[in-house]
């Protein structure tokens, strides 16, 4: 799973017309998820180890540990798209 979004900002200020984002990196306990996304130009170059746009941000929410919750990497991607920045990005 990851995101793509369309006209997206990069931190350097180009703009690119889609970015794919995947979360690389996890760390935390029942109460708290850490997780780094990364952004790259698309899944292709993802799949083909191409360096990323930038810089990865860190971002984390508290997961659900109750019986029958979706694992924590489906969780993390629902809660990114909770936020501002990603409410108009699509599953990929």
Same mark, same amino acid.
């Given at each position: 799973?990851? #995101? #793509? @979004? +369309?006209?997206?900002?990069?931190?350097?200020?180009?703009?690119? *017309?889609?970015?794919?984002?995947?979360? %690389?990196? &996890?760390?935390?306990? %029942?109460?708290? =998820? $850490?997780?780094?996304?990364? *952004?790259?130009?698309?899944?292709? !170059?993802?799949?083909?180890?191409? +360096?990323? #746009?930038?810089?990865? @941000? =860190?971002?984390? &929410?508290? *997961?659900?540990? !109750? /019986?029958?919750?979706?694992? &924590?990497? %489906? +969780?993390? $991607?629902?809660?990114? @798209?909770? #936020? /501002?920045? &990603? %409410?108009? !990005?699509? /599953?990929?």
């Amino acid at each position: 799973m990851a #995101l #793509l @979004k +369309q006209n997206e900002t990069l931190s350097n200020g180009i703009v690119a *017309p889609t970015v794919y984002y995947r979360i %690389k990196k &996890f760390h935390g306990e %029942k109460t708290r =998820i $850490y997780f780094e996304l990364i *952004p790259y130009l698309s899944q292709e !170059s993802y799949a083909n180890g191409i +360096q990323s #746009l930038g810089t990865g @941000k =860190i971002y984390n &929410f508290e *997961p659900s540990v !109750s /019986d029958g919750a979706t694992n &924590f990497i %489906k +969780q993390s $991607y629902i809660y990114l @798209k909770t #936020l /501002d920045e &990603f %409410k108009n !990005s699509t /599953d990929c």
